[in-house]
C-alpha cells in the first residue's frame, strides 16, 4: 500500500484565494483525520470522518474552513478565503476504526504559504 | 476531557548513552497510549502503544515504553541512543469510546550528539 496520499505537497497562495488541500486514504481504513501543525499552536485536530460522516468538527477554526469525504478514498479541505495565519503544514492521516487503540497513519503533510 | 503533558521541550542526550522522553496524561476512561515520531518535513511515524498486559511495551527502531496506571504516565525509552534518533516525538492518548480521537501532547525535540 502506498500510504496515506496527500497532495499538494506545497502550496503558496495570496491572501484571500481559495485553497483545497486533498487526501486519499488507506484502503480499507474507515477513519480520517485532518490536522494543521504550526510552531505556535503544535498540532491541532481540525475535524474527523467515520465512514464518510463527519463526527468532530469542533477544532476548525472557522466557516472559512470546510471539509468532505464524499467516498471511502477521497478527502478534501478547503480554506476560503485563505488568510496568512492559515499558513501551516497540514495533514491527513487515516485509522482502521474498529478499536481506540487502531495506531493513525499519517500522510506526509501539505506545506500551505499564504501570502 | 483528555490532556497529555510533555513537559520538556527538548532533551539532548549523547550517542550511545540511554534517553528518556517523559509522558504523562489525563483521561476520563481507559487509556491507550501512543508514541509517534516525527522527523524533518514527515508526517508523524507511529512507533508503539499500550493495550493491556505487561506494562514494559516494545517498539520499533529499539524503543520502549513503560505504562504506568499509578502515575499516569508512558515515557519512552531507549538504552543506547543514536544520532538518527534525533527527531520530534509525540506522545498522545486515546478512550475506550472516546471517539477513536487522539490528544497530542505539544511534542519533545531529541537531539542525540556524538
Known amino acids: 500500500d502506498a500510504g496515506v496520499i496527500q497532495s499538494p505537497r506545497h502550496e503558496v497562495t495570496e491572501m484571500g484565494q481559495e485553497v483545497t488541500l486533498r487526501c486519499k486514504p488507506i484502503s480499507g481504513h474507515n477513519s480520517l483525520f485532518w490536522y494543521r501543525q504550526t510552531m505556535m499552536r503544535g498540532l491541532e485536530l481540525l475535524i474527523y470522518?467515520?465512514?464518510?460522516?463527519?463526527?468532530?468538527d469542533s477544532g476548525m477554526p472557522e466557516d472559512r474552513f470546510s471539509a468532505k469525504m464524499p467516498n471511502a478514498s477521497f478527502s478534501t479541505l478547503k480554506i476560503q478565503p485563505s488568510e496568512p495565519r492559515d499558513s501551516a503544514v497540514y495533514f491527513c492521516?487515516?485509522?482502521?476504526?474498529?478499536?481506540?487503540?487502531?495506531?493513525?497513519?499519517f500522510g506526509p503533510g501539505t506545506r500551505l504559504t499564504v501570502l | 476531557a483528555q490532556s497529555v503533558a510533555q513537559p520538556e521541550d527538548q532533551v539532548n542526550v549523547a550517542e550511545g548513552n540511554p534517553l528518556t522522553v517523559k509522558c504523562t496524561y489525563s483521561v476520563s476512561g481507559n487509556p491507550y497510549p501512543f508514541w509517534y515520531v516525527q522527523y524533518p518535513n514527515r508526517g508523524l511515524q507511529f512507533l508503539l502503544k499500550y493495550i493491556t498486559g505487561d506494562n514494559l511495551v516494545k517498539g520499533s527502531y529499539g524503543f520502549e515504553a513503560e505504562f504506568n496506571k499509578s502515575q499516569t504516565s508512558f515515557h519512552l525509552k531507549k538504552p543506547s541512543a543514536l544520532v538518527s534518533d534525533s527527531a520530534l516525538y509525540f506522545c498522545?492518548?486515546?478512550?475506550?469510546?472516546?471517539?477513536?480521537?487522539?490528544?497530542f501532547g505539544t511534542g519533545t525535540q531529541l537531539k542525540v550528539e556524538l
Open positions: 470522518f467515520n465512514n464518510n460522516v463527519p463526527i468532530d
Open positions: 492521516a487515516s485509522q482502521w476504526s474498529v478499536s481506540s487503540y487502531n495506531e493513525q497513519f
Open positions: 498522545a492518548v486515546s478512550v475506550t469510546g472516546g471517539g477513536n480521537k487522539l490528544t
